[in-house]
């Protein structure tokens, strides 16, 4: 595996495994399953994905410790009070059946980010949480928790792939101390067929998603792709054996278009109680 280390010492893997969608009809429980026995140790959950049980089920079966799985999930935009942040942290931990999480960010910036942001910090003191972060922060959400803050997150995890770089925020990002980590690192499948990038992957004797994802860690962003399918879970893995050289990375970021393809974070829709 290829880790980092965030700002707190913590050690981080730069690929993980996103579980956004794996519920209904599918098996969360088997899919983090199958992730782990690929080699995933990071797994990427949220309230908002409704399988915190299904995936505390997989870590109970799970043959490899507690100790060596990093769990993050998110709080919905409706848990904007301190003492709502407090009770919806306990209520996930119970979901997922751990004692601490290892990640828990602000899942998308609302008007009361400055009480939850307190209560996320009294529990990164007490040894609850063992990073804290945010997601989809731009510049100015972060500068606004800059005012209260008593430490600065740890990771922001955006819309981040190949036609949406996100270049200005991840050079803010590195000058703050701050991880960016990559969703819909594949733009959910739709980059595959890139030209650049399949072209890449022949070169390369791989295929478009390794090389998406190669292009990320080389980048220094962490990337957590989604598949509910083992084959490709196993694909996507090992992207962590390709090797890009620098023109190559040089060449991939003009794939960028600036154009973001799915939610604005200043005018996400999801109000302040987040209609779920
Ligand atoms: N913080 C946020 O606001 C936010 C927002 C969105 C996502 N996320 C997180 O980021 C994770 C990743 O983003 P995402 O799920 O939206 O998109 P993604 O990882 O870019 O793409 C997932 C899609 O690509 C397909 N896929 C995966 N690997 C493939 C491969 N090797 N070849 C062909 N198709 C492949 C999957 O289909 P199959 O499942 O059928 O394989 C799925 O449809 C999420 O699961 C979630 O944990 C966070």
Not at 61 to 69: D, F, G, H, I, K
Not at 177 to 199: D, F, Q, T
């Amino acid at each position: 595996m290829i880790s980092t280390k965030l700002s707190n010492g913590l050690s981080y893997d730069m690929l993980g495994f996103g579980t956004y969608k794996i519920t209904g009809e599918f098996d969360a429980k088997q899919a983090v399953l199958d992730a782990i026995s690929v080699g995933y140790r990071r797994i990427d959950t949220a309230v908002f994905y409704d399988n915190e049980g299904e995936i505390g089920l997989a870590l109970k079966a799970s043959p490899v410790p507690r100790s060596e799985l990093f769990i993050t999930t998110k709080l919905w935009t409706n848990v904007n009070t301190y003492q709502k942040t407090i009770d919806r942290i306990n209520a996930s931990m119970e979901a997922l059946g751990v004692d601490y999480l290892d990640g828990l960010l602000i899942h998308w910036p609302h008007n009361n980010n400055r009480e939850v942001w307190t209560a996320m910090e009294d529990l990164y003191f007490q040894g609850k949480l063992r990073s804290i972060g945010v997601s989809n922060f731009k510049e100015h959400h972060i500068e606004e928790l800059k005012r209260f803050a008593r430490i600065m997150p740890m990771v922001n995890q955006v819309e981040l792939h190949p036609e949406f770089r996100q270049f200005e925020l991840q050079e803010y990002c590195k000058k703050e101390g701050i991880l960016v980590e990559a969703w819909s690192p594949l733009m959910r499948g739709e980059a595959l067929n890139i030209p650049l990038i399949k072209e890449l992957a022949e070169k390369h004797n791989a295929t478009p998603s390794q090389i998406i994802l190669a292009w990320d860690i080389k980048e220094g962003i962490a990337v957590i792709p989604k598949s509910t399918k083992i084959a490709r879970m196993a694909e996507n893995f090992n992207a962590l054996s390709v090797n890009l050289s620098d023109d190559e990375v040089e060449s991939l970021n003009k794939l960028h278009n600036g154009v973001r393809r799915y939610r604005n974070p200043d005018n996400h829709g999801f109000g302040n109680q987040g209609e779920l």
